[in-house]
């Protein structure tokens, strides 16, 4: 691969998106955006400024239908004209010979990524509230979405979502764990053993979170990004993870703070009441799906610590203190799981 950014063909992928884009002003300029930790995500600008943004795997070893950037790129072309707000794909190439992966190229969404406590610092207090009123509807107008209508209801199973999820993670589990942690093991032992009856379907997009979401300056979400993850089961799996992330004072966020504490964001429980009245749906299983998140997201971070055991020169800088958050998170786990009843 020619010298450059990791993980890019510089030359190749210039001639590919010309073939794509059409009316590029060379030269265009390429810069690795984003945290890093999942798949890799590049700034496109040319000469005049216009930008698009380019997606592919991680470098390194990656784990079995992890990190499937075809499926990613087929679910926003299904998702770009429903009124979910995605960036419009452009192409995707799906010839390794090009740049060692696949790839895709999409629309740069306009807006601002709140990636942390300093960045909804910046923001007022109104524009907070807005802020969480409009990552409220946008995820019920989600949930609404006709799977068949766009072409995705062979997605994934509609039914048995949750059961699902936890052989998915455990197996991933198995493959990248680095040591024991008897708390992982207990946990999805209780979820197991505490299965919801699954209710209805839809689109869940699983990694549904602030900083997977652009903002204009009135605090609403123009873009949802990031559907690495996504599948078809139940919608209130989306909730339980947005909640696991939506840090309040005092809590452990081993995964950052986006300062979803600060005067004006809603609190968990305005959330939560604010998505049972936007989408009409039961949320008392809620608990259960917040216990599965906080789960799900130590198996993730396992695998991405794995892979930078595996991989040292392609792991990201933050990478020591992967291993370390795991256990923050399957204790957050087991917590949680006691505060639902199903420990």
């Excluded at 910046?122 to 802020?131: D, F, G, H, Q, V």
């Amino acid at each position: 691969m020619i010298a450059g950014l990791p993980g890019l063909d510089e030359p190749r992928v210039t001639d590919w998106i010309d073939a794509v884009v059409g009316d590029v002003v060379h030269p265009l300029r390429f810069a690795r955006i984003g945290r890093g930790q999942s798949n890799i995500t590049y700034r496109v600008t040319d000469a005049t400024g216009r930008r698009w943004v380019l997606r592919r795997p991680p470098l390194g070893v990656l784990l079995p239908s992890a990190h499937d950037v075809v499926r990613e790129y087929r679910i926003l072309a299904a998702l770009c004209d429903t009124g979910c707000p995605v960036p419009r794909p452009l192409g995707q190439c799906t010839d390794p010979e090009v740049t060692g992966a696949p790839f895709y190229l999409m629309d740069h969404a306009s807006g601002e990524v709140i990636a942390d406590r300093a960045a909804a610092a910046r923001l007022s207090e109104r524009t907070r509230t807005a802020i969480g009123g409009s990552v409220v509807r946008v995820l019920a107008d989600l949930h609404r979405v006709d799977v068949d209508s766009v072409g995705l209801g062979d997605l994934a199973r509609r039914d048995g979502y949750a059961a699902r999820q936890l052989r998915r993670w455990r197996g991933q589990w198995e493959a990248s764990k680095t040591r024991e942690i008897e708390a992982v093991e207990r946990v999805a032992d209780a979820l197991e053993a505490a299965l919801p009856e699954q209710h209805d379907s839809g689109i869940v997009h699983g990694d549904y979170k602030l900083d997977n979401l652009m903002v204009d300056g009135s605090g609403t979400v123009t873009a949802v990004l990031d559907w690495e993850l996504c599948t078809l089961g139940d919608p209130l799996a989306d909730v339980g993870l947005l909640l696991a992330y939506w840090t309040r004072d005092g809590d452990d966020a081993p995964l950052g703070d986006r300062g979803t504490s600060l005067a004006g964001f809603p609190s968990r429980e305005e959330l939560v009441e604010a998505y049972a009245a936007e989408s009409g749906r039961d949320v008392a299983a809620l608990s259960f799906y917040r216990t599965l998140a906080y789960w799900k997201l130590a198996v993730i971070v396992q695998g991405v610590y794995r892979r930078a055991v595996d991989s040292p020169a392609s792991s990201g800088p933050d990478a020591a203190a992967l291993e370390p958050a795991v256990a923050r998170l399957s204790t957050l786990a087991e917590s949680s799981a006691r505060g639902a009843g199903i420990a």
